[in-house]
């Protein structure tokens, strides 16, 4: 007698792949092929998390592949287990749905984090590039009496009007080629500092927001993510414990599309000082917007009193988050990481 379950037929072909590791590929019932390297990254994908094999073959059959899994939203691969159990008749145990949806979320930060670590490998390229091209067309790098502001990279105070003629022409240059950026939702959008230097309490003026109004957007994200974990604890999901991706889509669904990654994952070291010295970061404030500094400038001059922070507490700068009540839900910057790593190297610690 002839076999007509989906699900057995599945099984079967699947044995078939496992009993030949040599095959490329194997055959649906519809004739279509399927790569075997989609197969076998499928395999690696839930190999610890309790799933069958038999669901991964169904999953494959359903045209499933890694990228397209790790891309879906968590309702979205709700909607694929329930396909699995009402229309393939999987009788899936309650570990391996959650088992499903706990691999999908592993992957997916691990290449959220990858790409965060590629993308702040290549603005610290950027920014060292930027640093040799100053010194040599200056000659000059601000130190302190130690020279650590030199050995972290960072950038020295220059008198801004010390610029010569041909320089301003190359940063107008350079600020229009920069006019246009590819946005997260793929359209064009204008890339700049959304924010000017001003002091504690100071209104901002003209088009661009002040530095309060920069924290407050913290305290915002804060907020999201406490109603992005209600919402996981209703349905029965894991709460994230921390700004992701999650909570900035939900900001967006709710009407604050004004806070987004690339924004707020520039600016987390400069709230960091705010919450962990706050004298420190209005001081700093006064002394660049005295000086008439950009907010790149700023941005920069927040490090340092970070990683003199860290050295006090012996290094560690996650414990320094993570005492915090309003940092701990923020990852520590890769940059701010980096530095306080050579500095503890420099010092033989």
């Known amino acids: 007698m002839v076999d007509d379950c989906p699900v057995h037929n599945m099984q079967a072909q699947f044995d078939i792949v496992q ?8 055959k649906r019932p519809d004739g279509v092929a399927l790569v075997g390297r989609e197969n076998r990254r499928l395999k690696e994908l839930f190999k610890d998390f309790g799933v069958q094999p038999s669901t991964v073959a169904v999953m494959g059959q359903m045209g499933f592949t890694l990228s397209t899994l790790i891309n879906m939203k968590d309702e979205e691969v709700d909607f694929v287990i329930k396909s699995m159990i ?3 008749h999987l009788d899936l145990l309650m570990g391996e749905q959650f088992g499903i949806k706990a691999a999908v979320r592993a992957k997916r930060r691990l290449v959220e984090e990858e ?3 590629q ?4 603005a610290a390229r950027s920014n060292e590039k930027k640093r040799r091209l100053e010194e040599s067309s200056d000659g000059l790098l601000l130190k302190d009496g130690n020279g650590s502001l030199e050995a972290l990279g960072l950038l020295g105070l220059t008198d801004p ?7 301003k022409v190359a940063k107008r240059r350079q600020r229009k080629r920069r006019s246009k950026e590819v946005g997260e939702d793929g359209e064009e959008r204008p890339r700049e500092h959304p924010f000017i230097v001003t002091e504690p309490g100071e209104p901002a003026k003209g088009k661009k927001n002040g530095l309060d109004y920069l924290f407050d957007l913290y305290e915002q994200c804060g907020k999201f993510l406490e109603e992005v974990q209600h919402i996981a604890k209703e349905k029965g999901e894991k709460c994230p414990s921390k700004v992701t991706n999650e909570v900035f889509r939900h900001a967006k669904l709710t009407g604050a599309g004004y806070i987004n990654k690339p924004k707020m994952r520039d600016y987390v070291h400069c709230y960091a000082l705010h919450c962990l010295d706050v004298e420190t970061s209005n001081n700093l ?18 490090y340092f009193p970070l990683v003199k922070l860290a050295r006090q507490n012996e290094w560690d700068i996650d414990d320094l988050f993570n005492r915090n ?19 503890r190297m420099k010092h033989g610690e």
């Open 161 to 167: 009007d010390s610029d010569s003629e041909g320089k």
């Open 86 to 88: 009402e229309e393939y």
């Open 325 to 343: 009540d309003k940092l701990r839900i923020w990852y520590v910057p890769t940059k701010l990481r980096q530095l306080c790593h050579i500095e």
């Open 115 to 117: 790409m965060e670590q």
């Open 285 to 302: 404030r006064k002394e660049y917007k005295e000086r008439g500094e950009n907010v790149g400038a700023w941005c920069q001059a927040c």
């Open 119 to 122: 993308r702040m490998d290549l």
């Open 19 to 26: 009993a030949e590791p040599t095959a490329l590929l194997y």
